[in-house]
């Protein structure tokens, strides 16, 4: 047996980022899946009219706006599951690099104008 080398040894460094990425998804999908949860018992349990609309997001205990504060988890985390899963995507089907960096870019501002819009309409209540 020959223990000749053919080709360039590839090293592989960085973050493990497909275990952080891993990770990430399931946090995130586990905070949606308990956000959505007490959404539906809220929907379920009250009359869904204005008042009790503004009411779920305006609930408060102790002081601490607990409603806006747990929406706002809940988006952040809609949008780092989104992002994680589109840029896999874009990094799977889009062989172009210039075309894969606009649209990494693309969706980012999306994501960042998303999150910007929702904030401003949450913390305006």
Sequence with gaps: MSTEQYGRTRRVVGAHYGTKD???QRVTAVILAVYSVLFLISALFTSIDYHSWIGFFTFTCFGLPLGKIAATLAFLSLAWH?????????????KSAGL??????????????????????IWSL
């Design 82 to 94: 989104a992002w994680i899963g589109v840029r896999d995507i874009w990094m799977d089907y889009v």
């Design 22 to 24: 891993f990770i990430v």
């Design 100 to 121: 894969r960096l606009a649209l990494f870019v693309l969706t980012v501002l999306w994501l960042v104008g998303s999150v910007a819009y929702f904030a401003s309409i």
